[in-house]
């Protein structure tokens, strides 16, 4: 059982180059897709919400990344949408990093479509 504050292990810092996607294969779930900002490490799903493309394999472009099949787009800091055809947010998860070594909450995902209303 999943408690929503156990952090799960991503990646060794080193292995997230600056500007790209990393997929990480996860026990018992679909992959996440770890990135890395000038401000820190930022964990989302890597199935994109529009289709079956991998988000680790598109483009980080700033704070956004996207998708390598239509181009959609989200901000990897929330998940938030930020250009069509997407129209769902991806899920986002808290992070922390220990020494060289990233971490995320995988059962505390947050989509920012959850805090919109309407
Ligand atoms: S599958 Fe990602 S934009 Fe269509």
Excluded: N, W
């Excluded at 408690?3 to 996440?32: K, M």
């Amino acid at each position: 059982m999943t408690d929503a504050s156990e952090f799960t292990f991503i990646a060794r810092t080193d292995e997230v180059e600056a500007g790209y996607a990393l997929q990480v294969a996860v026990d018992g779930r679909e992959p996440v897709a770890v990135v890395r900002l000038d401000d820190g490490f930022y964990v989302m799903d890597d199935t994109c919400t529009h289709g079956a493309a991998s988000m680790s394999e598109g483009e980080v472009i700033g704070c956004e990344i996207e998708c390598p099949f239509h181009s959609g787009r989200f901000d990897v800091r929330t998940g938030a949408v930020t250009a069509f055809p997407c129209t769902k947010a991806l899920k986002v998860y808290p992070v922390k990093v220990e020494g060289d070594q990233v971490f995320a909450a995988l059962g505390a995902g947050t989509c920012a479509d959850d805090a919109t209303t309407g």
